[in-house]
């Protein structure tokens, strides 16, 4: 579904992607994992065009896509849930997804159809509907940015450290959520610092370090591998 060729990405002289090479099935749910700064937001933006690369190719269904713009992108059947969650904090929940809505050209046809998807998943969103994204708490912005994303049935759904800043619970039920969404159908590419949750929800993963690929396996393998318990698990060998 996905294939990155050895893309490069800088932020001037800030080599912030190295090489890089990764590829997405379809019905996959894969996990990229590393350390603050290793790059992992900017892979995501750069999948998405929202951060240009400087060479290489990436391919979604067989196009090439990496010198579209971010809306044709989305329009392709890519979606993201930006990291730090960023809803419109002055806009109601249905206001949230309207937007989103929008930005794909959605007739308003599909955009009902859309939304009672989005309900049926996320049937919280449904009692706050009229509510100010703002004024909800961390998990339920969440649910309005995954809503957000979802909306346009995206066939490849990106998720740039959903788990941040909410509760061990909150965290819980986003992650039975998510396992839902990829049941429904959906293709997922997770980024998370909490490694050891990606690992266990996921199928496969990358490892990243400062702007390399540095393992990649199945997420049994590289839960069991010592770069990964010693790294980030805090297990001595
Ligand atoms: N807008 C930016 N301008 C300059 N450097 C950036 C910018 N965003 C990220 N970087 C740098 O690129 C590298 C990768 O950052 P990022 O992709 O955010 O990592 P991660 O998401 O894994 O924490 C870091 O060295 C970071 O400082
Ligand atoms: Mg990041």
Do not use: C
């Not at 990291?83 to 949230?96: H, I, Q, S």
């Not at 994303?149 to 061990?168: C, T, V, W, Y």
């Not at 819980?172 to 909490?194: F, S």
Request: hydrophobic fraction near 40%; proline fraction near 3%; avoid cysteine.
């Amino acid at each position: 579904m996905l294939r990155i060729k050895s893309i490069d990405t800088y932020y001037g002289h800030v080599h912030a992607i190295k090489d890089i090479s990764l590829e997405i099935k379809s019905g996959e749910f894969v996990t990229l994992i590393g350390a603050n700064g290793a790059g992992k937001s900017t892979l995501l933006k750069s999948i998405i065009g929202l951060q240009p690369v400087s060479n290489g190719e990436i391919e979604f269904l067989g196009q090439r896509i990496e010198a579209n713009s971010s809306d044709s992108i989305i329009r392709q059947g890519i979606s993201i849930v930006p990291e730090g969650r960023r809803v419109f904090p002055d806009f109601t929940v249905a206001e949230n997804l309207a937007v989103s809505a929008r930005a794909r050209r959605s007739s308003t046809a599909e955009m009902k159809s859309d939304i009672e998807k989005v309900l049926i998943q996320f049937p919280k969103l449904k009692e706050r509907w009229k509510q100010k994204a703002g004024t909800m708490s961390g998990g339920e912005q969440q649910m309005v940015a995954i809503g957000r994303a979802l909306m346009g049935r995206p066939k490849l759904l990106l998720l740039d450290e959903p788990s941040l800043g909410l509760a061990p619970l909150i965290v819980a039920e986003l992650m039975v959520k998510l396992k839902e969404i990829h049941a429904a159908g959906t293709t997922i590419l997770l980024v998370e610092q909490n490694v050891t949750l990606a690992l266990k929800i996921a199928q496969r993963g990358y490892l990243m370090e400062t702007g390399e690929i540095i393992a990649t396996d199945t997420t049994e393998n590289l839960l069991s591998s010592d770069v990964i318990r010693k790294a980030y698990l805090g297990m001595e060998e």
